[in-house]
């Protein structure tokens, strides 16, 4: 007889309905290793990322495998806002799903469709295939399927502020991700995430989707930010980078034992 296994708790269990705040971290390197060493931690949530990162399918499914052994919600950002992606990311295991780039209801309700099966949606069965149905040893996955996804889409232009009351209302949006990198760029502020207009921005979001019952969560590196995001209501937070503890990290090593140059163009010996 093959084992019946029951799926993992779905990262909108813990969300909302007055419950802390979960902190987590990104998960860029593709590297299983480092992504397991992240899932232990002690952050509620990682974020393997599959949008600016080096990720890919075969990598993001190693990840899952390796983070199951911990008490961690893995949480998986795909390229786009596309069905056959979203498909593809879901039978390979991914319960916690980010979908970028979503600037109206419309787009919300796309991406809602993406992960529901016909006749509430558009998702392809392959569930005999998939390890996201443990190869159908998850018990009527077919019909509980809807139930086991986190759906979370992520909000970060103008426009999308601008409509942040459809996109978090629309049904099957169980939260929205706020990016304040792709928001300060639409807004005309590049590079500059703290800039008050941005933080402005970011805060109306967050009310918004506090007023609709909505779970909302951001990213934000710099902690005093970070802190006034969940002051204001946020109810899960990014608050790292594998790539980013490294390279600061690094440098800040480095510099403690390589001499400095002054120009900032940096130094290194003539000969080893």
């Not at 443990?134 to 103008?158: C, F, H, K, M, P």
Request: charged fraction near 15%; glycine fraction near 10%.
């Amino acid at each position: 007889m093959p084992f019946r296994v029951e799926p993992a708790p779905s990262f909108k269990s813990v969300l909302g309905n007055g419950g802390r705040p979960r902190a987590g971290m990104w998960a860029c390197t593709g590297n299983p290793l480092l992504a397991e060493i992240c899932a232990g931690s002690g952050f509620d949530w990682v974020l393997i990322d599959g949008e600016h990162s080096i990720n890919s399918l075969e990598s993001i499914s190693v990840q899952l495998q390796v983070m199951a052994g911990y008490p961690v919600f893995p949480v998986v950002r795909v390229p786009s806002n596309d069905t056959v992606l979203i498909k593809q990311y879901l039978d390979l295991g991914v319960q916690n799903l980010i979908v970028p780039m979503v600037d109206n209801a419309g787009q919300a309700e796309q991406a809602v469709a993406a992960v529901r099966y016909p006749p509430r949606g558009v998702r392809g069965v392959g569930s005999a295939l998939a390890r996201g149905s443990r190869w159908n040893r998850i018990e009527g996955y077919l019909d509980r399927a809807e139930e086991t996804i986190t759906l979370l889409v992520q909000v970060e232009t103008a426009e999308a502020v601008a409509n942040v009351a459809q996109i978090a209302g629309t049904d099957g949006v169980d939260g929205i991700f706020i990016g304040p990198s792709d928001l300060a760029a639409s807004m005309g502020h590049l590079g500059q995430q703290d800039h008050p207009d941005v933080v402005a921005a970011v805060e109306q979001c967050i009310r918004t989707a506090v007023e609709l019952g909505v779970a909302v969560g951001v990213n934000a590196f710099v902690e005093s930010t970070a802190r006034r995001y969940l002051e204001a209501g946020a109810d899960f937070i990014a608050v790292g980078a594998d790539v980013a503890l490294l390279a600061r990290a690094s440098e800040a090593l480095a510099a403690k034992y390589v001499p400095q140059d002054p120009s900032g163009s940096g130094s290194a010996p003539a000969s080893y």
